[in-house]
């Protein structure tokens, strides 16, 4: 039911290696023969494969760019081959780059201060004040705010179903769940909230905004923030697709609801600008986006759940990457997949975008590579930490819905934590202890911190995302005895009646007509139950998307746990007064079916499925 795919986890995965390495010198920048030699042979065998048509990539050092170039398609249908400086990709979250870049402009200035509640600079609505601790803009630059995640809706296909931004966040705030500051789970909304602030505090439009004061002191003439793309750059657009039973199929526009977090359209060779003018610490050219110290700044660390893995830097996600500190961040949208990597001490930086889905898997092998090819480095064990005994049982993401019908995606999505001999398995893989309360992943390369939290939370921190413990009452197996106890209970009920009348015993007690009544009544919520049970299933393993809200089909089925309610509170009641006129087997069976029902009607509610949380 998710519609983003990150890259982030993948590429992690492939990537991190665990020391620091001293600086490149200036004279092991990789010239452009190399760079051509290695893309050209990279994207040969890469996108092919993995049913790609088109890539983009840009590579930055020494203040200037060293390579760009186009490879396949960025139009399928017209043949329109990929061009650096004019074929311009759906960036997606590297947006948010541009958007805590705005942030620090706007602190540089002193308008804005990161330690400061950020009710200060709201005005048409207020975050409410769940926990003692308030919300800063540094908690939504390091991913830690604690709100819970929402997807449903934040997608629209036409600017005139785009909601004002102020008015979309009102109206679509997610529901804090976690105290500020504790551990980070992603969040758009975050970014978005983000954004807000900087166009209340600067009296323009987000889009005008990145416009006046990123995109135009860049010189990124072919980059926009604007939804639809203006019309003298429209026809540059990029189209992205899937691939489906043998043929590329195009991905429609898809307008971001919460542009701040993903709205930005750009080419390769504009978005080498950018990551020039983050390497020379705010400077292009003769132009500035940042001063020094506020761009030295933004570049720190300011957010890790443990020490020893990779955090937060002022939004920059961290990673460490042949024993080289990158600060990053990729974006998956409508098809296009992109990543954005600076690697500070060895100025260098590398921007690369595909146009498919399958796009993520090229880059998990295409950016390893390229590291290895030019950045390459070993491994060596971090020091210190505290001792952390680990907590078995089933986690989930920290980035995951609390309040809406998302809430059972976690149930889909938990894995199992387990320890033996001294060892973790977790998420398919076997963790081996680092040092106190460190893990690396055996035959990969991320690490894996046990981080407590509040109020006896479990966290499981890795160099990507983060896990929550559950409660024994959220794992699968639990929920799936709930389940597959209603579906047997229930199937006897229902195949209980018809049976019932066909086979009639020699000697058969009188049954008075209201207890025929109890027992229609609950073979009736019964039967609903099951088809509710069966439908939703299919919901939840096929292909639903709620980009765009949750369909009507999925709406209409929703009817179900509430019909189910309102007969089983009828059999109960019908039950009650009924009590004697019965067998004791029949009653036995009537209070085994009835805790059935309750209990899917427990499923129901506690997942979100009982009423339209939308």
């Not at 199929?249 to 504009?270: H, W």
């Not at 096929?542 to 179900?560: A, C, E, F, K, R």
């Not at 039950?575 to 067998?583: E, F, L, M, S």
Request: with cysteine; proline share 7%.
């Amino acid at each position: 039911m998710y519609v983003f795919r990150s890259m982030l986890v993948a590429v992690c995965a492939a990537l991190m290696i665990l020391v620091p390495r001293p600086a490149v010198a200036a004279s092991e920048i990789p010239d452009e023969r190399a760079l051509a030699a290695f893309f050209d042979a990279a994207m040969a065998d890469g996108l092919a494969a993995d049913h790609v048509p088109g890539a983009v990539v840009s590579v930055v050092g020494s203040g200037k760019m060293l390579f760009s170039k186009g490879y396949g398609l960025a139009d399928v249908e017209n043949r329109r081959p990929f061009d650096p400086a004019t074929s311009m990709v759906r960036i997606a979250s590297i947006t948010k780059l541009f958007t805590w870049t705005a942030v620090m402009q706007q602190v540089q200035q002193g308008k804005l201060d990161l330690k400061a509640d950020v009710n200060r600079y709201l005005t048409a609505f207020r975050i409410p004040a769940t926990y003692p601790r308030p919300i800063t803009l540094q908690d939504l630059m390091d991913h830690t705010a604690g709100f819970e995640d929402r997807t449903i809706g934040v997608g629209s296909r036409s600017k005139d179903d785009v909601p004002p931004l102020a008015d979309y966040l009102a109206d679509n705030m997610p529901a804090r769940v976690r105290p500020p500051g504790e551990v980070s789970a992603y969040s758009n909304y975050g970014a978005a909230l983000a954004g807000h602030i900087v166009a209340r505090v600067s009296g323009q439009p987000y889009d005008e905004y990145v416009r006046d004061h990123i995109l135009g002191p860049l010189a990124m003439r072919h980059s926009t923030a604007a939804e639809p793309v203006p019309a003298p750059l429209a026809a540059d657009l990029a189209r992205s697709y899937d691939y489906e039973d043998g043929a590329y199929r195009r991905k429609p526009f898809v307008f971001d609801n919460l542009a701040p977090d993903g709205s930005i359209s750009a080419t390769a060779n504009d978005m080498a600008h950018f990551m020039i003018a983050h390497l020379l610490d705010g400077r292009f050219g003769d132009r500035r986006i940042l001063d020094e110290p506020t761009a030295r700044l933004m570049h720190r660390r300011t957010f890790a759940a443990d020490p020893r893995i990779d955090g937060y830097a002022h939004g920059f996600k961290e990673q460490t990457l042949n024993g080289h500190r990158v600060i990053m961040h990729d974006g998956g949208w409508e098809g296009f997949q992109s990543a954005l990597l600076l690697v500070p001490d060895a100025d260098l930086g590398l921007f690369v975008s595909t146009n498919s889905l399958g796009g993520a898997d090229a880059m998990t092998k295409i950016i390893p590579a390229f590291f290895d090819r030019f950045l390459p480095g070993k491994r060596a064990v971090p020091g210190g930490g505290a001792s952390v005994v680990p907590v078995e049982g089933f986690y989930k993401l920290t980035r995951s819905a609390e309040s809406s019908i998302e809430k059972v995606v976690a149930l889909t999505g938990s894995t199992r934590l387990r320890v033996a001999g001294g060892k973790l398995t977790f998420r398919g893989s076997t963790w081996s202890p680092l040092g106190p309360g460190l893990y690396q992943q055996d035959g990969g390369t991320q690490r894996l911190a046990l981080v407590p939290g509040g109020s006896d939370a479990a966290y499981v921190a890795t160099d990507g995302p983060a896990y929550q413990r559950v409660p024994w009452w959220d794992t699968p197996p639990v929920n799936a005895i709930i389940v597959l106890l209603f579906a047997v209970t229930a199937l006897t009920a229902v195949l209980g009646l018809p049976v019932a009348a066909v086979v009639r015993p020699a000697k058969k007690r009188p049954v008075s007509r209201v207890w025929r009544a109890v027992r229609v009544l609950t073979g009736l919520a019964a039967a609903v139950g099951l088809v509710f049970v069966v439908l939703f299933t299919l919901v939840l393993t096929g292909d639903t998307s709620i980009l765009y809200g949750v369909p009507t089909n999925v709406q209409v089925l929703l009817v179900l746990p509430l019909l189910v309610l309102a007969l089983t509170v009828a059999a109960v009641a019908t039950t009650v007064r009924t009590w004697r006129h019965a067998g004791v087997l029949a009653r036995g069976h009537q209070v085994v079916v009835l805790a059935g029902l309750l209990a899917l009607l427990w499923f129901c509610q506690h997942w979100n499925l009982l009423g339209w949380h939308l």
